[in-house]
């Protein structure tokens, strides 16, 4: 970690650790002229003289600075000789970190050597203060950054400087289409990518490193772990780490595609810090910071960075105070179905439960817009005719219903798609389908042009040939 002293210019204080609960650290510190301030970072070595380093929290009566540490502090004694560096953490930047995996403090976990890198920036910034584009936010025309899967360009049609959600539950296949969405979008565009793993399986992030590999962009993406079996203040920073490295490809010019896998899991670990620091949780059990955290990490989130971020949601609840904290700084929603998982439609999105502000004729033109809107009006007529044909079958419905039906039939699966990075599990070749395809395809359904043919034609392919 390079020396934040000297980078910051900052003062450096000496001090003592006085008391350890897990992964806050109180450091007790001589006078009030040599207290750090909020976010700096503290060093301290174990009796194993492994090094720990923290990140100052709160300031208590006593020159105490209470600390979360982003290491484990197994083996970390009272008393033991505590640093303040003068700064907040810093993270190594430069095109030198792409193909490569760093932890929340810069270091490497790919075991490929150290990190080159010469640049450094701190992870912790007034946003305020950060330079912005003007003209690649609101003022300037939408630009809509076109993934090759059908029902995302169709429905939810992602917008440069956009956030976008993928909501679902366990199983549902949020990171697969998060993967896929990468491939798409870094093949097709020449982008750069920035993934940010936030409490994460170690599993996930090493398949996720050698599917990179093995479809040849992982020259093009940055990675920045804090996994599962890290402590809550790892997987809380991590992706302010994630967020340092696409500012860092903003600033150089570049179009910069940020995933973050899963904002969940951020919640989750500043609820575990929160506890440890001893705040009264809200009624929910949630922290009490939980909207001005949600939101500090999305207000930096601008100009040419465009957002994907997986949110898991517990027990399939949408009314998780967590959920609806992150649901209010996103501009598409795509919600995963449990429902059309088991049925094998794939992407699992629920076109019905899902959102979208970019979906509009000002931004991607009235064909499109007409064309999705017709859909949408099928597809929830079509979810109230399959409860009747549940009880009275198919035959029973006037001959309008029935052409209706099966044509929301056709459209469903025709919104289905093999997927590039899931070839090897469904032994079927992935497509890019561009927009022009799916409007296409769509418009033939809806027309009846396509009232010939059977359903089962329609599933797992590309564009309607």
């Known amino acids: 970690m390079a020396d934040a002293a000297a980078a910051t210019g900052g003062r450096t204080g000496k001090g003592r650790v006085t008391a350890v609960q897990g992964p806050v650290v109180d450091v007790t510190f001589d006078s ?45 004694q009272r008393n033991a000789p505590a640093r303040a560096t003068g700064g907040p953490l810093r993270v190594p930047v430069g095109d030198e970190l792409f193909g490569r995996i760093i932890n929340v403090m810069g270091q490497p976990i790919d075991g490929k050597g150290p990190v080159t890198a010469a640049e450094t920036a701190p992870i912790h910034r007034d946003i305020s203060k950060i330079a912005v584009d003007v003209d690649s936010l609101a003022g300037g025309k939408a630009e809509i950054v076109a993934t090759g899967i059908k029902i995302v360009d169709l429905l939810f049609p ?68 804090g996994q599962m079996d890290e402590p809550p203040g790892a997987r ?48 929910t059990g949630y922290q009490p910071t939980l909207s001005s955290e949600v939101g500090e990490i999305h207000e930096r989130i601008k ?17 998780d105070p967590a959920v609806v904290a992150i649901f209010s700084y996103l501009d598409a ?48 007529k079509y979810d109230e005719l399959r409860r ?27 919104l289905t798609q093999p997927m590039f990075v899931a070839e090897s599990y469904v032994g079927k070749k992935g497509e890019f389908v561009t927009t022009g395809e799916t409007l296409d395809g769509c418009e033939k359904i809806i027309d009846g042009a396509m009232d010939d043919r059977g359903e089962e034609e329609f599933y797992m392919i590309g564009k309607i040939a």
Do not use: W
């Not at 002229?33 to 503290?42: K, N, Q, S, W, Y």
């Not at 982008?191 to 090493?206: K, L, M, P, T």
């Open 32 to 76: 009030v002229e040599e207290m750090p301030d909020l976010h700096e970072t503290i060093v301290t070595k174990t009796f194993d003289k492994r090094e720990v380093s923290m990140l100052v929290a709160e300031h208590l009566e006593g020159n105490i600075a209470r600390c979360v540490s982003l290491v484990s502090t197994q083996n970390l």
């Open 236 to 283: 809380f920073n991590v992706v302010q780490t994630g967020i340092t490295l696409a500012e860092y490809l903003q600033q150089k010019g570049r179009e910069v595609l940020l995933f973050m896998d899963n904002v969940y899991r951020f919640v989750q670990a500043g609820a575990e810090i929160s506890t440890l620091l001893g705040r009264t949780p809200s009624e």
């Open 333 to 380: 929603v795509m919600v995963l179905s449990r429902e059309r998982t088991q049925l094998g439609l794939y992407p699992a999105i629920d076109p019905l439960a899902s959102s979208c502000s970019n979906l509009d004729a000002a931004i991607v033109g009235q064909r499109h817009f007409d064309i999705a809107q017709e859909l949408l009006r099928i597809l929830t």
């Open 388 to 414: 009747i044909v549940a009880v009275i079958g198919l035959d029973e419905l006037s001959k309008a219903d029935r052409t209706l039906y099966e044509r929301a039939r056709k459209a469903q699966n025709f």
């Open 158 to 225: 992602v917008v440069r400087g956009s956030k976008t959600g993928v909501i679902g539950g366990a199983g549902c296949g949020k990171t697969v289409l998060i993967m896929e969405l990468i491939h798409n979008i870094v093949e097709e565009h020449e982008g750069a990518c920035v993934f940010a793993g936030i409490g994460e399986r170690i599993r996930e992030g090493n398949e996720l490193y050698f599917e990179f590999e093995q479809v040849g962009i992982l020259d093009k993406v940055m990675m920045a772990f």
């Open 303 to 319: 100009g040419s960075v465009s957002a994907f971020e997986a949110v898991y949601v517990p027990a399939d609840d949408l009314t």
